[in-house]
């Protein structure tokens, strides 16, 4: 009987040790998720793999549709490896990039290459390094700031680190995507019109490696009710805060002509005025100068 005892007590003792929580059967439920989870993300993976790099898929990483976002909120390896996935439906040849006076690593125009990198390099010296909003604007119409801006973010996208998006901000005469020969059906106002409009159909790949353009848009009525919009402000903090890596340069109306770039420069990080060599006088250019926050304001480019 003592045996009997003995071998009932320990049988007890097995019993108490093990789980008693009924739904968990002695399993790790949580490690059960977790490894479902990993398999879940394993089968994920093989069908990016299987079905390729969708062309949106970086424009979709941009800023979600909700526009949240927060600090530390991105992690430059996941950045690093969009950069990589960033594919371009069509690439641009050097002759046409040639024709259409953009700049590119391997042109043989070296002095205009040179220009716009030691504009970059200057323009990061006052950022510290970091990524940045910045306008564009001319001093006058045809002073050239569609051309400063586009090879602007272009130098941007020399780095096979960082990426370069350029907004297309001249609602009145807006001339980016016919530069670049795309067929945009919508864009920013578009965006900034609808609340639940997805900011992947507004980004285009511009056949340029990690440049990327968001056209005006079909709605260009009252551009200024457009920049004035909490909508906008929001959609400018996103896209800078959301990937360090990316700069973005936004190609507005002449200063002299509307308040689009004195509106946008109080929002973006910086202001840039382009003067048209020999087009108008020094007093002009000093009062276009003039009418950008000064603290925002980096400098004039004098093109011809």
């Avoid at 003592?2 to 002695?26: C, F, I, L, N, Y």
């Avoid at 998720?33 to 394993?42: V, Y």
Wanted: proline share 5%.
């Amino acid at each position: 009987m003592t045996e009997q005892k003995q071998d009932r007590e320990r049988k007890e003792m097995e019993a108490d040790v093990r789980p008693h929580d009924k739904t968990s059967h002695g399993i790790d439920v949580n490690g059960r998720e977790r490894a479902g989870d990993l398999e879940k993300q394993g089968r994920a993976s093989d069908s990016d793999r299987k079905s390729g790099f969708s062309q949106w898929e970086d424009s979709r990483m941009l800023v979600p549709s909700s526009l949240e976002l927060g600090p530390g909120a991105v992690d430059r390896y996941v950045i690093s490896k969009q950069i990589v996935k960033m594919q371009e439906p069509r690439r641009l040849t050097r002759d046409d990039m040639d024709e259409r006076r953009i700049i590119y690593p391997e042109s043989q125009n070296r002095a205009l290459v040179n220009r716009f990198r030691h504009l970059r390099t200057k323009l990061l010296e006052v950022s510290g390094g970091n990524n940045f909003t910045m306008v564009v604007s001319g001093a006058c119409e045809g002073a050239g700031t569609s051309f400063m801006a586009l090879n602007l973010a272009a130098a941007f996208a020399f780095d096979q680190s960082k990426t370069a998006l350029i907004i297309d901000c001249n609602l009145r005469n807006p001339t980016l995507h016919s530069q670049l020969d795309l067929a945009a059906e919508t864009g920013l106002t578009d965006f900034l019109e609808d609340s639940d409009y997805d900011i992947g159909r507004i980004i285009y790949p511009t056949g340029i490696p990690r440049l990327r353009l968001i056209p005006a848009g079909s709605q260009r009525e009252t551009p200024g009710e457009f920049f004035t919009s909490f909508r906008m402000k929001q959609f400018l903090q996103a896209i800078r805060r959301r990937y360090p890596d990316r700069f973005i340069v936004l190609d507005t109306s002449p200063i002299s002509d509307s308040p689009d770039a004195r509106i946008l420069g109080e929002l973006c990080d910086y202001s840039m005025l382009v003067v048209p060599h020999g087009r108008i006088t020094a007093t002009a250019a000093d009062n276009a100068a003039q009418a950008f926050n000064p603290k925002k304001f980096v400098g004039a480019v004098i093109n011809g």
